[in-house]
């Protein structure tokens, strides 16, 4: 059991695994900090956190655990803030989407300190953001990607390992480049299409009479283009390279459609659903009930 939990980030992230580990049993009391004083208030009235944090430092203080939930772009300014007590005994984690920025922002702050910093993106969220749609069941049966560095210390991946299984999810660890070519590919490029479809459908001329005739097929494609727009747009921006080459990929792929139906090839066009069918019905998500 743990302490302390100090939560940096009093969001839906940060709170749902506050809840986790207070349902489980496995943390004494829960410190948050948010850069809105509201938010903080509102996750103690919830009951997500026991006490408020003036400063993302002060909720490091008595801490043995932290939880670094704040949007990408942020990760760099915080690390400075909490660096006076990034401590080897104290487990730091955060939740990025993106970890080759992460890891490099905590070598150049963290310095000798950077092996207490555990990365880690765990794969799930919702389209509706803040603490109060946190929840505890949140991490259930999700993947955890850990991405540790050389230099992290052994007995605290062991920990981050121990508290996000606790929690109910599946740990798998890889580098950081490989993580972010992956999501990039299953992650980050859907969003991406998901906002670049909407915006083609409702930007037409008669945009609006084609919304209005929309069913389930299109809901279901469109779901995730409800996501934050300032979470997703610091995603694009920091992975943006891996995202282009994905994007790129897709491009010859919609290309090899379009090739298809222009020239009234029905053999090729079918071959090409059938290919994307056939591969969709034999495979199987590995984190049932994950968004993200």
């Known amino acids: 059991m743990f302490e302390q939990l100090g939560v940096i980030g009093c969001g839906l992230m940060g709170g749902s695994f506050a809840l986790a580990l207070k349902e489980r ?25 026991d006490d408020t944090a003036d400063s993302a430092l002060s909720a490091m203080s008595g801490s043995d655990i932290v939880l670094m939930a704040v949007p990408v772009a942020a990760t760099e300014a915080t690390f400075k803030a909490i660096k006076p007590l990034v ?12 970890k080759r920025d992460v890891v490099d922002a905590a070598r150049r702050v963290l310095r000798e300190r950077v092996g207490a910093f555990v990365p880690a993106h765990p794969i799930a969220g919702k389209e509706s953001a803040g603490v109060q749609h946190a929840d505890a069941q949140l991490y259930h049966r ?12 052994p007995e605290l991946l062991k920990k981050a390992r121990d ?21 990039a590919a299953v992650s980050h490029l859907p969003h991406l299409l998901a906002y670049a479809y909407y915006n083609a459908v409702s930007q037409q001329p008669n945009g609006a009479e084609f919304l209005a005739l929309a069913g389930p097929g299109f809901r279901d494609f469109t779901r995730i283009a409800a996501s934050d727009p300032t979470v997703w747009r610091d995603i694009f921006s920091a992975n943006r390279e891996e995202l282009l080459k994905q994007s790129q990929r897709f491009r010859h792929a919609l290309e090899a459609f379009e090739l298809a139906l222009k020239t009234g090839n029905l053999p090729a066009t079918e071959a090409l659903i059938r290919s994307a069918a056939e591969g969709r019905s034999q495979w199987h998500i590995h984190n049932p009930g994950s968004r993200r």
Do not use: N
Request: charged share 15%; net charge negative; with cysteine.
């Open 142 to 153: 999700c993947q955890v990607i850990l991405t540790p560095l050389p230099q992290t210390e």
């Open 25 to 49: 049993g496995l943390v004494r009391r829960v410190v948050g900090y948010s850069k809105s004083p509201s938010t903080t208030a509102l996750a103690r009235e919830l009951g997500v956190i």
């Open 163 to 183: 508290v996000w299984t606790a929690v109910g999810a599946s740990v798998v660890s890889m580098a950081p480049e490989q993580h972010d070519a992956a999501f």
């Open 87 to 98: 401590d080897p005994q104290v487990l730091l984690m955060d939740v990025g989407s993106t």
